[in-house]
Nanobody, 123 residues
Framework: QVRLVESGGGLVQAGGSLRLSCAASGRTFGINAMGWFCQAPGKQREFVAAITLSGGSTTYTDSVKGRFTISRDNAKNTVYLQMNSLKPEDTAVYYC????????????????WGTGTLVTVSS
């Protein structure tokens, strides 16, 4: 099993920044990619960003391109999401996920999930 633990959420004003962290532990061998999904109240969980652990290839949803940056530290088994120029519509619970599959954006393809961290952006 793989355990994912998120941290770094909180309350920030619009235009501000936050950095989320996701630390993986356990049987991480074979994990292809890790990423972030978000779920706003009353909405479905949506893909935000992902990074492959071997090559560092990144993928973003259109709404965060240019504002969010995903990165990894393989030595620490940790993935980060730097969130800049935050908007009220970014308010959501952010979940870390990991997959052994090649499709890093597919909610149903994620093998492991964290419990989430709340990001609230005030206007």
């Amino acid at each position: 099993q793989v355990r994912l633990v998120e941290s770094g959420g909180g309350l920030v004003q619009a235009g501000g920044s936050l950095r989320l962290s996701c630390a993986a532990s356990g049987r991480t061998f074979g994990i292809n990619a890790m990423g972030w999904f978000c779920q706003a109240p009353g909405k479905q969980r949506e893909f935000v960003a992902a990074i492959t652990l071997s090559g560092g290839s990144t993928t973003y949803t259109d709404s965060v391109k240019g504002r969010f940056t995903i990165s990894r530290d393989n030595a620490k088994n940790t993935v980060y999401l730097q969130m800049n120029s935050l908007k009220p519509e970014d308010t959501a619970v952010y979940y870390c996920a990991a997959t052994r599959n090649s499709d890093v954006t597919d909610y149903y393809g994620m093998d492991y999930w964290g419990t989430g961290t709340l990001v609230t952006v005030s206007s």
